[in-house]
């Protein structure tokens, strides 16, 4: 029987079959370009946690480099409490709650359904030129979009030994000089308890910080809801490591 190709039925199979057809090609091939993009994004992590303390590697280079610095990853509790440590090669997603490094840090501090007690937080301790720095996953909200960061203490768990930052849509030459080196160096050297012991943070100050500030650092001209974001960023995330800092340091001494 000759098939009707002018027909409504006709038409309808026929769209019905391509849609399902273009659905199922688009779907093998995001399927098989999913682990690629997993491995360039955990790449790229390890890149940045690796620039926050300093060792610049291309991003095809970190991953053989990365158990060379990061020695240990900690998971804490909302208490400042480890609740698990692994060290050597990162562990697959499939077990993310006992590897740090596979923590969806924006979920802790974003969905508002998990409750404060289910929170956890990761922290990376970082071996260089023997020295022991404390690197710290940053989330927070820029002038259009989502702004990200790690930043390295010192071992005393209080001085920025480095810091770097990125963004999505921040607009260029203004708040999308966050990734730029200028802008991140001066983090370096500056402290987030003062001299009584008390959490302060880093602020990005509009107008510039006043000489010899151990807390601030000069805001981007031009881009002051984005320098407000990184200050905001800042504060909000490293808060929760302070239980752990005071644990584990001088810092409740002083």
Not at 21 to 35: C, F, I, N, Q, W
Not at 86 to 101: I, L, M, R
């Amino acid at each position: 029987m000759a098939i009707n190709k002018e027909s409504q039925v006709f038409t309808l199979v026929f769209t019905v079959v391509m849609v399902v057809v273009v659905a199922t090609v688009l779907s093998l091939t995001a399927l098989g370009l999913k682990e690629p993009q997993d491995e360039n994004m955990k790449q790229e992590t390890m890149q940045s946690i690796l620039a926050s303390i300093q060792v610049k590697k291309e991003r095809s280079e970190a991953g053989g480099v990365f158990t060379d610095y990061v020695k240990n990853r900690y998971i804490l509790n909302s208490k400042g409490e480890v609740v698990s440590t692994v060290s050597g090669p990162v562990q697959g997603k499939s077990t993310p709650e006992k590897d740090a490094f596979n923590i969806d840090v924006k979920k802790q501090f974003r969905d508002k359904t998990l409750a404060e007690a289910d929170k956890v937080y990761p922290l990376f301790e970082c071996e260089k030129d023997g020295n022991t720095y404390y690197v710290i996953p940053l989330v927070g909200t820029g002038l259009w979009g989502p702004i990200w960061g790690y930043i390295a203490l010192e071992d005393d768990m209080n001085t920025v030994f480095g810091a770097t930052f990125d963004h999505k849509t921040e607009t260029p030459g203004l708040g999308a000089e966050i990734n730029q080196g200028w802008f991140q160096e001066p983090f370096v050297g500056e402290k987030i308890f003062d001299d009584n012991g008390e959490f302060v943070s880093i602020k990005v100050m509009k107008g510039g910080a006043p000489e010899g500030d151990q807390h601030g650092v000069d805001a981007i001209t031009g881009g002051t809801i984005t320098s407000n974001g990184v200050t905001n960023m800042l504060k909000n995330t490293l808060e929760v490591y302070v239980p752990y800092f005071k644990k584990n340091s001088d810092i409740a001494s002083i």
